[in-house]
């Protein structure tokens, strides 16, 4: 009899395991300019949470690599996904976003940005709080041009109140690299303790154009080193260089004084305030959420995120005989290298 009723019990859990509802899946395409570790961390933490956060769903992710092309990107869109339309579209970096937001064959798809430092720009939308014409939503990964030029100068202030210093603007023509660089320089005027020389290279695609930028800003650095402080990493592919802080170092001995990537502050910039990818993944993930839920990101606004790091390096401030405020260590908290 209790062998019957084990029989009987186990046939009715298989039974009802078969009654379980399937599913519902959701077929994501992800179209990154390029794989550096912003891009590709971001997207990453990005798949994560939102597997964490929907896990009654069958997420499907159709990655593509735009290898730093506009044009590359506006091929996905309109090869496979036309043909094999995806229920959100999410782009990384400025590139991707740009050939998806000008892009009617996807127009009534969902779509979400991350990692974008200029979405104002770029016009995707007109201001920050404002919702797109385009069917799209983002957050802006960096912070203002007006609070990063504060904080360097609140550390420049405090070792010599009267020294001007001059800073080398390394950027590339890469449009995130660009439109920052123009952001600085349009409020250096209000601070009397920096002065900025711009050094830029033109933008070339791929993983290859990377070292070829970094080669070019060297040379052009090479003649300018005598005359700079040290110099600024703006946003953009450049920084995303490898081995560009000590190569440039090897060659000039200069060390960057700002850099918007905390791995840059790991290797010997002084300070910088960047938003992880991590952070940037995550919050995307919750956005992405949200417009499923609605099938839409059309009223959706564009906003800034809202979690940002604070990064020093101590053995660059002794180097260069720049003391860091301890507030500054204080908001650090661990993110302070040597």
Not at 83 to 112: C, F, G, H, Q, Y
């Amino acid at each position: 009899m209790a062998i019957a009723l084990r029989i009987l019990f186990v046939a009715i859990f298989v039974s009802l395991s078969f009654m379980a509802p399937a599913k519902e899946k959701i077929d994501i395409a992800i179209i990154e300019t390029l794989p550096v570790p912003i891009v590709t961390e971001s997207r990453k933490a990005f798949e994560t949470e939102l597997q964490r956060i929907l896990p009654n769903k069958d997420i499907q992710f159709r990655v593509f690599n735009a290898e730093g092309s506009v044009e590359q990107a506006k091929t996905f869109l309109s090869g496979e996904l036309s043909s094999s339309p995806a229920d959100l579209i999410v782009t990384v970096a400025t590139l991707a976003t740009r050939a998806v937001v000008n892009s009617n064959e996807v127009l009534t798809t969902p779509k979400l940005f991350m990692a974008v430092s200029e979405p104002v720009t770029e016009g995707i939308v007109p201001a920050f709080g404002a919702v797109s014409k385009r069917n799209i939503t983002g957050e802006s990964h960096v912070v203002d041009a007006d609070i990063k030029l504060e904080m360097l100068e609140g550390v420049l202030k405090a070792s010599n109140p009267n020294k001007i210093f001059r800073i080398g603007l390394i950027h590339s023509t890469y449009p995130s690299s660009y439109n920052a660089v123009n952001s600085l320089l349009a409020l250096q005027k209000r601070y009397k303790n920096i002065v900025f020389v711009p050094i830029q290279t033109p933008y070339v695609p791929g993983e290859a154009g990377l070292e070829l930028m970094k080669e070019d800003v060297i040379s052009t650095l090479k003649s300018e080193y005598e005359y700079l402080d040290g110099y600024w990493l703006s946003a953009g592919p450049l920084i995303e260089t490898d081995h560009l802080i000590g190569a440039i170092k090897k060659h000039t001995g200069l060390l960057p004084l700002f850099a918007e990537s905390v791995d840059a502050v790991k290797q010997g910039a002084l300070i910088g305030i960047v938003s992880q990818p991590q952070d940037i993944g995550k919050s995307a993930a919750n956005t992405a959420k949200q417009v499923l839920a609605q099938g839409s990101s059309a009223t959706f606004p564009v906003e800034k995120i809202e979690n940002f790091t604070v990064a020093v390096n101590v053995s660059t401030a002794i180097k260069l005989q720049l003391p860091i405020p301890s507030y500054y260590l204080k908001l650090s908290e661990q993110h302070v290298y040597q």
